[in-house]
């Protein structure tokens, strides 16, 4: 196989991770609207006085624009998975296609001890090689941890706009500093 296709599916992953990334610092300044709206020292101490139940429209408004953000991560996932996708058909091929050869090569009388006997095909780039199965590999690994990621934001999401106190939205802001990649 050629270098084209994992050009092909390098930039798949590229240009998704960019749009990962442009949603999650638009995602992080919404979050941090939201979390100082609601939970800011001031409006706590608020709230020990009275508890403020009115709809807040501007509020209503960031809280949909934080779920249409979910919406391009996961967009972003689903694109990410495609490469993956392209990343593990790439390895079959190429697999198939280094079986094939030591097939013919050993039909043709020559000794097929002195081959390679690693299950994973070289394939050659411009000034490189790569293992087919290192590229699988990961693609594999950046799409797990973005799934997990999306999964954390969503919790996040789904939860920040209905805690009673700052303390309690202390620990889903941490979360979401702990793992950047999110928001």
């Known amino acids: ?102 097939s013919i090569l050993s039909n043709k009388s020559f000794n097929s001890s002195s081959s390679n006997n690693h299950n994973s095909s070289i394939i050659e780039l411009d000034k490189s090689v790569l293992l087919s199965s290192d590229l699988t590999k990961w693609t594999q690994t950046i799409l797990k941890c973005y799934k997990n990621q999306l999964k954390m934001n969503q919790i996040v999401s789904q939860n920040i706009c209905h805690l009673r106190s700052r303390g309690s939205s202390v620990p889903h802001q941490h979360m979401v500093c702990a793992a950047r990649a999110g928001y």
Do not use: P
């Open 1 to 102: 196989m050629s270098e084209k296709e994992v050009k092909k599916i390098c930039s798949c992953m590229s240009l998704n991770l960019v749009k990962w990334k442009l949603a999650s610092k638009e995602g992080k300044i919404i979050l941090d609207y939201i979390c100082c709206k609601l939970y800011s020292k001031e409006k706590d101490e608020e709230n020990n006085k009275s508890i403020d139940d009115h709809f807040d429209e501007e509020l209503h408004v960031k809280c949909q624009t934080l779920a249409n953000i979910l919406n391009k991560m996961s967009e972003a996932v689903a694109e990410i998975e495609l490469g993956e996708d392209k990343a593990v058909g790439l390895e079959q091929l190429c697999d198939l296609s280094v079986s094939m050869n030591k």
